[in-house]
């Protein structure tokens, strides 16, 4: 059994930039593809960005790409989510995801296990 607890969501202006944690606890971490999503109000939760068990493959979303990184600590056993030049639009709750096999996936009913998600407010 994985948990997950995100952290260092907040309030930032346009522009700047932040980095989430995902830190996980359980078996082996390297066994587990982890993926970012994140859900704004009135909207269903969406795809941000997925790395591979052996962190040799990421993927991004079109609305992220080139501006979010996620990179991940074997040691620390915790997955993050670099964001720069946050937008308005990228206000939501992010959250961390598990997924027991290494590979990737952009689909949320591919992940196992769910982080209780961390508030991202970019405004000015």
């Known amino acids: 059994q994985v948990q997950l607890a995100e952290s260092g969501g907040g309030l930032v202006q346009p522009g700047d930039s932040l980095r989430l944690s995902c830190a996980a606890s359980g078996p082996t971490f390297s066994n587990y593809a982890m993926g970012w999503f994140r859900q704004a109000p009135g909207k269903e939760r969406e795809f941000v960005g997925t790395v591979s068990g052996r962190g040799g493959t990421t993927s991004y979303a079109d609305s992220v790409k080139g501006r979010f990184t996620i990179s991940r600590d074997y040691a620390k056993n915790t997955v993050y989510l670099q964001m720069n030049s946050l937008k308005p639009e990228d206000t939501a709750v992010y959250y961390c995801?598990?997924?027991?096999?290494?590979?990737?996936?952009?689909?949320?009913?591919?992940?196992?296990?769910w982080g209780q998600g961390t508030q991202v407010t970019v405004s000015s």
């Open positions: 995801a598990g997924r027991a096999t290494r590979f990737t996936s952009p689909n949320l009913r591919d992940y196992d296990y």
